[in-house]
């Protein structure tokens, strides 16, 4: 396994350490919804919240205790194929897109958080965005490094999407692009966060190359940013 460029909280599916632990945390009010609405990690006033739902569904079906290899282009059938056999991708408006390219997954896989404003800077996201969204990450990447509580870093996240729903300055498309982003953010950093159960769960690190394949393919629509941002991930934790 590569050396952590960036703990940058994207994607991990870390279910709870032990059966009642799990049990416990999640029957605790604070920690099952948000008010009273919102089961955790779920945050239903983002409209693209289903990315980060059918996000974690194909992260599950690919660490199912099958061996795989990690070359890009097998990582990327592989994960296309599991895509095609779930139900919510498969119901996903929009789900066609244009193929992965190899070298670029291996591109984005190799940046450090180091890359943030240069990646996020060449995007299709408009100037105010770029900067807002710059800015958002690195203050994320911060946080996951000194937080270990799945709630603060689930609070973290809303708080940004909050910030952009009712932005005045994003266009629909910005909103479009980093909402659909932050959602897998927002599940993947919730679950890295909860202890593994032993001997089940991959060794998952998150990389900033993760979330720079998700804001990629979202850029094209909501299918795309959930192939290309686990693709990514994957292809990052060798």
Not at 32 to 39: K, L, Q, V
Not at 146 to 158: G, K, N, P, W
Request: glycine share 6%; proline share 3%; hydrophobic share 40%.
């Amino acid at each position: 396994m590569k050396k952590i460029y960036s703990c940058l909280l994207i994607m991990t599916f870390f279910a709870s350490c032990a059966d009642d632990e799990n049990i416990a945390q999640e029957n605790t009010p604070a920690l099952s919804n948000r008010d009273g609405g919102d089961i955790l990690p779920a945050y239903n006033a983002n409209p693209h919240d289903n990315a980060g739902r059918i996000y974690d569904e194909l992260f599950d079906a690919y660490y199912d205790g099958t061996s795989r290899t990690k070359e890009v282009d097998t990582v990327i059938a592989a994960v296309e194929s599991i895509a095609k056999a779930n139900t919510s991708f498969i119901g996903i408006n929009g789900s066609v897109y244009l193929p992965l390219s190899t070298e670029r997954v291996q591109y984005l896989a190799d940046r450090s958080n180091g890359d943030i404003a240069a990646i996020v800077g060449t995007s299709g996201l408009s100037a105010a965005a770029k900067v807002s969204f710059s800015n958002f990450l690195i203050s994320i990447v911060a946080l996951y490094h000194s937080e270990t509580d799945a709630l603060t870093m689930y609070s973290a996240v809303i708080k940004y999407e909050e910030t952009v729903l009712n932005s005045n300055l994003l266009t629909a498309n910005d909103r479009r692009v980093i909402l659909t982003t932050t959602s897998i953010i927002r599940y993947s950093s919730y679950r890295a966060k909860k202890k593994p159960k032993k001997n089940t769960d991959p060794y998952w690190i998150i990389f900033v190359g993760h979330v720079f394949g998700t804001e990629e393919g979202a850029e094209e629509n909501e299918a795309k940013a959930i192939i290309e941002g686990l693709v990514t991930g994957i292809v990052s934790n060798k």
